[in-house]
């Protein structure tokens, strides 16, 4: 590929070995941003998303979702808020929220609700509220 291409893969690599996983990690909104749009130019020239992907350590659907996102973020710039859920448009007016505190029975949440808690090392902590959760994750190796 190019200098560029070897940059983006070294960053998404580091992004999946900080997450200790491939799949499942979440990826900035830069980096999903610079690797669609690199992506895109080497789409232009023939290479597929398949192979692009392979190159990156990337799923073919994962990259295609990337550029898809962005391309539509070209089409309506207005509607644009970044690549993915998780981004927030320069900007952006944010407003206060009020968050009611949940009712606990000896350490857990009622049911269908809490805390849900995925740890960097992949564990995840569920219908506990945040000191029936720390009480558990002290005693995890």
């Known amino acids: 590929m190019d200098a560029r291409g070897l940059e983006l893969r070294i960053r998404v ?3 999946q070995q900080r997450a200790g ?3 499942g990690c979440h990826y900035p909104v830069k980096v999903k941003q610079d690797v669609a749009v690199w ?8 290479h597929t998303l398949r192979e692009l992907g392979s190159w990156l350590g990337l799923d073919r659907a994962t990259l ?4 898809a996102a962005h391309e539509a973020s070209l089409e309506a710039p207005e509607r644009a808020s970044g690549v993915g859920v998780d981004s927030v448009a320069p900007g952006a007016d944010l407003v206060p929220v009020h ?5 606990t029975v000896s350490g857990y949440c009622e049911a ?3 805390l849900v808690l995925v ?3 992949g564990y995840r ?5 945040v000191e029936g959760a720390a009480a558990l994750l002290a005693r995890v190796p």
Do not use: Y
């Open 39 to 46: 992506a895109m130019r080497w789409r232009s020239r023939g």
């Open 125 to 129: 902590v569920s219908g506990l509220d």
């Open 112 to 114: 269908g609700g809490g």
């Open 99 to 103: 968050v009611a505190p949940s009712r």
């Open 64 to 67: 295609g979702a990337w550029v």
């Open 119 to 121: 740890t960097p090392g």
């Open 21 to 23: 996983r491939r799949q």
């Open 13 to 15: 690599v580091e992004v």
